[in-house]
Antibody, heavy 127, light 112 residues
Framework: EVQLVESGGGLVQPGGSLRLSCSAS????????MHWVRQAPGKGLEYVSA????????YYADSVKGRFTISRDNSKNTLYLQMSSLRAEDTAVYYC????????????????????WGKGTTVTVSS | QSVLTQPPSVSGAPGQRVTISCTGS?????????VHWYQQLPGTAPKLLIY???NRPSGVPDRFSGSKSGTSASLAITGLQAEDEADYYC????????????FGGGTKLTVL
């Protein structure tokens, strides 16, 4: 069974740092891109960051660029999100999400979508 | 403001059919990017419901269907059940943004 388990959330003061981890199991972690998506209390989903399967490419939403760093350790089947200069507006549940790639019939076209979500870890930024 | 626009809420009685729209623009849905849908039951993580505009993952009932046309997409739920009460999000891609992936603002479905 594919499983993603986030950890590392907690209460942190504004300006502080936190590192989230996501332990993956049940699939070949090194073959898939991974994402972080967050959800502020009572709000919708917000895209945060992505990383390619080998870690060579990373992507960030403007709201976190320069403050957050996504990384992965394929030998440990673990995804990370290093968060610094945290703000009150970063308060949210952070979800680790697996990317999936599926070929469309026999064509050279693929669907790319987020197929498995972890249960999330809560980050609260407050003094 | 989300790049993809969804109605904040929809409702329907058990057994009825409801649709949830997801309206984009020429830089996302209208550019040919696929649309995916996620269901978030109260207090739980989102779950993939529809991928590639109209495909259901294994285990998703055929009461759920998706479609895409022009700059919009829709999620239809037929034979509405109490357990369908949840938040629904569309997701696509936008070539005008620094990050490719975008979500709709979400729609709360209430089963009356």
């Amino acid at each position: 069974e594919v499983q993603l388990v986030e950890s590392g959330g907690g209460l942190v003061q504004p300006g502080g740092s936190l590192r989230l981890s996501c332990s993956a199991s049940g699939f070949t972690f090194s073959s898939y891109a991974m994402h972080w998506v967050r959800q502020a209390p009572g709000k919708g989903l917000e895209y945060v960051s992505a990383i390619s399967s080998n870690g060579g490419s990373t992507y960030y939403a403007d709201s976190v660029k320069g403050r957050f760093t996504i990384s992965r350790d394929n030998s440990k089947n673990t995804l990370y999100l290093q968060m610094s200069s945290l703000r009150a507006e970063d308060t949210a549940v952070y979800y680790c999400v697996k990317d999936e790639k599926q070929r469309v019939g026999s064509s050279p076209i693929y669907y790319y979508y987020m197929d498995v979500w972890g249960k999330g870890t809560t980050v609260t930024v407050s003094s | 403001q989300s790049v993809l626009t969804q109605p904040p809420s929809v409702s329907g009685a058990p057994g009825q059919r409801v649709t949830i729209s997801c309206t984009g623009s020429s830089s996302n849905i209208g550019a040919g990017y696929d649309v995916h849908w996620y269901q978030q039951l109260p207090g739980t993580a989102p779950k993939l419901l529809i991928y590639g505009n109209s495909n259901r993952p294994s285990g998703v009932p055929d009461r759920f269907s998706g479609s895409k046309s022009g700059t919009s997409a829709s999620l239809a739920i037929t034979g509405l059940q109490a357990e369908d009460e949840a938040d629904y999000y569309c997701q696509s891609y936008d070539s005008s943004l620094s990050v490719l992936w975008v979500f709709g603002g979400g729609t709360k479905l209430t089963v009356l």
